[in-house]
């Protein structure tokens, strides 16, 4: 069993829609991360959060400690958010490398 | 201020030669690590460190491949002898040292494909 899981590996949803993408976790986590993968291959990080809810423009960020569970949402959502969305955790404390799931391949039809 | 910048962007060896990797971290930051994303997988950590020390090499096959970051200069993975099977992304990332149990952010660089021939 993976140490994160996430859910949906594929979505496919129409341009504003409210989108959801879960993550669980097994082990104990000093923080967890959320990425974005464009088609060209390059990754920017959205959100990194310990506890709580983050939010930046449309994404939203929550996790839940005792349950071992994240979400990030997009809400309005738009074709430019088409990408990999990928869940990461640091699972030891301090900086340490981080150990990922298998991401969710969102498309935003227009 | 510069992010994360990797060199090459694209590498072509054949079998049997070596590949070098770069990796130059954000301004100030003094945490480097290295992922590896093989065809149509996740991504797998390889191996972190700090300058002039490896702290966690536990990701990296043990023979073949090594890194290091030393105290002047970029960060560099090296591959020696490659084989079909060392093809993939490699991407690097740094972040910032804030010490103790806090987990920081990380920047991720633009990857290079390597393709072995």
């Known amino acids: 069993k993976n140490e994160v899981e996430q859910s949906p590996q594929n979505l496919t949803a129409q341009e504003g829609e409210f989108i959801t993408i879960n993550c669980s976790y097994s082990v104990g986590i000093s923080a967890l991360h959320w990425l974005q993968q464009h088609p060209g291959g390059g990754i920017v990080s959205l959100f990194m959060?310990?506890?709580g809810k983050k939010k930046h423009g449309r994404l939203i960020a929550t996790i839940n400690i005792q349950e071992k569970h994240s979400s990030l949402h997009i809400t309005a959502s738009h074709p430019r958010d088409s990408a990999v969305y990928i869940c990461?955790?640091?699972?030891?404390?301090?900086?340490?490398?981080?150990?990922f799931g298998k991401g969710t391949h969102l498309i935003i039809q227009p | 201020n510069a992010g994360v910048m990797q060199n090459p962007r694209h590498l072509v060896r054949r079998r049997g030669q070596e590949a070098r990797l770069r990796c130059s971290p954000m301004k100030g930051h003094s945490h480097v690590y290295w992922y590896r994303q093989l065809p149509e997988e996740g991504l797998k950590f390889m191996v972190y460190l700090q300058k002039e020390n490896i702290i966690d090499e536990s990701g990296m096959p043990k023979e073949r491949f090594s890194a290091e970051f030393p105290k002047e200069g970029p960060s560099i993975l090296r591959i020696q002898q490659v084989v079909r099977g060392d093809s993939a992304a490699y991407f690097c990332a740094s972040s910032l040292s804030r010490g103790g149990e806090i987990a920081d952010t990380q920047y991720f660089g633009p990857g290079t494909r390597l393709t072995v021939l």
């Open positions: 959060l310990s506890s």
């Open positions: 990461a955790v640091s699972l030891r404390g301090g900086a340490d490398g981080l150990t």
